[in-house]
């Protein structure tokens, strides 16, 4: 989801390459489908509800657990909901099946042509009548365990079904005299899905992402490649209401696996991997407030060397939420991430200039929702980090062996059933998206032109 993301292609991933064009029938057939389509979407979605299969197990409107009543940005009802594994009852379908499905089709057009665009696509101009496709499997297992797990098929790039965000967890309480928890167990595939905030790579905006655009830029930090590609288990516990920990490791996944379930991912990652998380959260009548700290140390051997490259994460974050239920949303979320990186095997290799750099991600974004159905959100993001000629190569596609990249994404969205005009249960965001950089890839000369707009029909079903 991203997705999501959470998830869904990550913000840093690079443009594929392909070589073959499009004829212009083609491109006219897919057009027509494609409007076909976003029409059929946007007039004909079938009841459904945010994660549809959480919504019927637990009797609760989607504005119950999602901010603009569509996900994945939380409530505190959504976050406890998560934090109790999945597993709350309530609704009326007592033995439902916890089978859900989302649809998106788009269109982008950037102000640069690409020069070697997805096979089977234009230049520019893009309408992808089915940009994603998931299923999930999303419920209540047992009174203490449950799970949201989800295959998407992706198209332009991939046209594959892969393996996306897994979230297995049990979850009990306990009171120990004056002290009150929940204590949880989360069995995962990408750092960061386990948590509860939309500050962390796995949730953070933009939940939905053109498969066109650059997002955030070629470089981005380990811990936000990982996903699919590596599996671990966390522990963790919320104490009082107040303070959450939580802490594992993960280990990649193997050749094997990682074709059965087409994870892709950052490459072979090495051993056990640690990743920590601890936050702080309060609230204050209609307010919430967290502020924490996230942490991962990866290995990963690029195939080059004996040895691995060190990718050291620490990261600070902070959210402000308002929720006065049902006129008015606020939310704010930030965070900043600092990686330290040990490229030992590629400096012998040649690979890079360096033996260690750093790398910097800024990613700050505002949001306001009126009656859960209009909503508007600008987000800044800035990558900054050492200069590393071979690394950051004009071969790699960069400038003056550079990785900074910044610029303002501005998103207005409609969710015409977030306020449950006509029924309660349907779920469905149209969105328009515009992203400015005001430096792409080391350098500030036609950044530009890699300036997008994205225009998206999602749905549940």
Known sequence: MQEQHASAALPGSRRRLASSKVSSGAQLRRWLFGLATLSG??????????????????????????????????????????????????????HHIPLSAMLVASYTHTTDDSTQPFAGFSANDNLTALQQASVFLAGRITDHVGVLGQFTYSDPGSQSVGWDNTDIRFAHDY??????????????????????????????????TS?????????????SQLGAAV??????????????????????????????????????????????????????GLSNYEVGLVGMDTKVNDGVGASNNEFKDYGVDASYQYIDGGTNSVTVNGLFMREKQDYSSDYVAANSSNSSNTLNFLNVNAAYWFQNTYGATIQFFDT??????????????????????????????????????????????????????????????????????????????
């Open 41 to 94: 979407v946007a007039f004909m979605a079938t009841p459904a509800q945010a994660v549809p299969a959480f919504a019927r197990q637990t009797g609760q409107d989607c504005i119950a657990c999602h901010v603009g009543g569509f996900g994945p940005q939380l409530t505190p009802f959504g976050r406890a909901f998560k934090l109790g594994g999945y597993t709350l009852q309530g609704g009326s379908e007592k």
């Open 231 to 284: 599996i671990g288990t966390t522990a963790y516990t919320l104490v009082d209401n107040h303070w959450y920990v939580e802490a594992g490791a993960y280990h990649g996944i193997s050749n094997w696996w990682n074709q059965q379930l087409r994870a892709g991912g950052a490459g072979a990652v090495s051993g056990y991997n640690p990743y920590w998380r601890l936050t702080y959260s309060t609230s204050k």
């Open 384 to 461: 900054t980090g050492s200069t590393d000629a071979a690394l950051y190569s004009s071969n790699n596609g960069y400038n003056n062996g550079n990785p900074g990249t910044s610029g303002v994404v501005w998103e207005l969205d409609w969710n015409p059933f977030g306020k449950s005009w006509t029924n309660p249960e349907k779920n469905l965001r149209l969105g328009l998206q515009y992203t400015t950089y005001n430096k792409f890839a080391g350098s500030s000369q036609g950044a530009s032109g890699n300036n997008s707009l994205f225009v998206y029909v999602w749905t549940a079903i």
């Open 175 to 208: 009171q120990f005299g004056s002290t009150n928890g929940v204590f949880g167990v989360s069995l995962n595939n990408n750092p960061t899905v386990s948590d509860l905030w939309n500050t962390v790579p796995a949730w953070q905006f933009g939940f939905m």
């Open 211 to 223: 498969p066109f655009g650059q997002g955030y830029g070629p470089a981005a930090p380990m811990i």
